[in-house]
Each structure stands twice: as structure tokens, then as C-alpha cells.
């Protein structure tokens, strides 16, 4: 298929776009630029790094997510989100499909269908919502994700779509880096320990009840891993992760996945006192 050339317009919305790099316009320049050949619904920035805060660089949710909704978010509501889990486990960047890096079990998870913590649930348009986002690295765990949303009423991202999102990918990505290495940093722009497999909000939920794997084990079963992914990802049997399951519901007085993601809820709550 051939790509349209630019014309003055879009020449105009990228000269925008440019002039956006470093301010909080630059998500609304970058949606502008869009807008022309992409229908959705939404739109976000998020600035991952690990073991820290995610920070909302850009509100595109058009007042439909209430501020309490992105806050939870923010605060630890990120962590089960696959485009967070994909950027520090250094997935490829470019542009990639939420279903595309979501675990096997993902959208029956606590966390997809909880309006208190997820964005895209919390809003008008509820679970029916395709997310698409642009991975962008900035350096070890620290990145980028800059999302587009479409109401599935409206039908899904087009072949045409995708490919004058992934045209622009490279445009996006340099923008968005240009911006963030003109932004001041603070002083806990980088983790204490980059090599920990092991968020310390799993750690203080779990506090003194579970061993370093049943910890892992529990964070994976909260990002929407079935137990056959589980038993893939650590190269052990699905016999053996239903043995660390119930053992991790024992101790944690709990017999279930939603008991969990309720303990998780609870935390995150806590957090914001």
C-alpha cells in the first residue's frame, strides 16, 4: 500500500509537534498529528521506570477516567499492566497491540475488569476498548509508552491505520525521547536496584509470608498468567506451580486469584494514606 505524501497540514501538525517537545502540549500535538488518519477514542503517556511511580505525561482519557481511577494507577495499578511489564523486560520497542502482550489469562484478571484501578475500565466506554501504544526505551527499565484507544464499537485499529501508525513510529519515538531528555530530572529518576526481578509493592504486600519465588509466582498470577504460562516462563511443570499456588494461598489465608488481586487492591489503598 502506498503512504500518502505529507502535505502542508501535516507538515504544519509535525512543525507543532516539534515546537510541543518539552512541554505538556506534546501529547496533544502528537494526538493532533494523528487525528487526521487515525480515528480513537483516547490517548495516554506514561513514563515507566522500575519500582517507581508511574507518571502520566499525557491525559488523553477526554475527562471520562476520574482522577481518583488515575491515581490508584499510578500508584501501583501500573504493575499489572502488560505495556509496563513489557517495557522493563525489554521488549522490542514500536508499536504494539494491548492483546499482543497481555499474558494468556490477562483479560479475565482482577485488574482488567476493575474500575477502581484501570484506566480503560474506569471509562464510558468500559472493557470494550482496543488499546494499541508505542514502546519507547530511554535507558535500562525506564520507558516511554505513548497509547491510542479505540471504543470497539467504533471497530477496530485498520491494516491502513496500523501502517500509518507504524510510518510514524519512528517520528514518535524520537519525539518523545527528545522530551524526556530535556525534562528535569529528579533524584529518583533511576532504581536503587535495576537487576531486581521483584517490585518492592509485591514485597510489602506479601511481607514476611512468602518466599522470593511464591512472591514472583504471586506477582505473575496478578498480571493474568494462567498456570501453564506460569510453568513456561520458569521452565518448571504445571504441577509443580499449582503446588507453589496452593501453598501461596495457604499461607496467605486465601483460596483464590481474586482473594489475591483483592490483598493487592487493598495495598494499593493503604499506600495512598
Known amino acids: 500500500m502506498t503512504q500518502p505524501s505529507m502535505n502542508s497540514q501535516d507538515a504544519n501538525k509535525l512543525a507543532d509537534a516539534i515546537a510541543a517537545v518539552g512541554t505538556e502540549k506534546l501529547g496533544h500535538a502528537l494526538c493532533s498529528l494523528l487525528s487526521g488518519d487515525i480515528g480513537f477514542d483516547m490517548s495516554c503517556a506514561y ?12 491525559d488523553g482519557y477526554n475527562g471520562q477516567v476520574s482522577a481518583k481511577t488515575l491515581e490508584a494507577y499510578a500508584r501501583g495499578g ?36 476493575s ?5 480503560c475500565v474506569s471509562s464510558t466506554h468500559g472493557t470494550l476498548v482496543e488499546e494499541i501504544g508505542y514502546i519507547i526505551h530511554l535507558q535500562p527499565r525506564t ?22 501508525l507504524e510510518t510514524l513510529s519512528p517520528v514518535i519515538g524520537s519525539l518523545w525521547e527528545l522530551h524526556w531528555r530535556n525534562a528535569p530530572k529528579s533524584a529518583d529518576a533511576i532504581a536503587d536496584n535495576p537487576e531486581s526481578e521483584l517490585e518492592s ?7 514476611g509470608q512468602l518466599t522470593d519465588a511464591q512472591r514472583y509466582i504471586a506477582k505473575l498470577l496478578l498480571q493474568g498468567h494462567s498456570n501453564a504460562s ?44
Open 78 to 113: 501500573y504493575l499489572l499492566d502488560p505495556f509496563y511489564v513489557a517495557s522493563m523486560n525489554r521488549h522490542p520497542a514500536g508499536l504494539w497491540r494491548m492483546s499482543d502482550l497481555a499474558p494468556d489469562s490477562f483479560f479475565s484478571s482482577g485488574f482488567a475488569i
Open 230 to 273: 506460569i510453568a513456561r516462563l520458569l521452565g518448571i511443570s504445571e504441577g509443580t506451580v499449582k503446588v507453589h499456588k496452593h501453598n501461596i494461598y495457604q499461607r496467605l489465608e486465601i483460596s483464590s486469584n481474586s482473594d489475591l488481586f483483592r490483598l493487592f487492591i487493598g495495598y494499593i489503598a493503604q499506600s495512598a494514606r
Open 143 to 164: 520507558a516511554i509508552v505513548f497509547s491510542l484507544m479505540k471504543a470497539q464499537d467504533h471497530g477496530p485499529f485498520d491494516p491502513a491505520e496500523i501502517q500509518r
Open 47 to 58: 513514563l515507566f521506570r522500575f519500582d517507581r511511580n508511574a507518571q502520566l505525561l499525557h
Open 201 to 207: 509493592a509485591f514485597v510489602d504486600i506479601l511481607q
Open 115 to 119: 474500575r477502581d484501578l484501570h484506566p
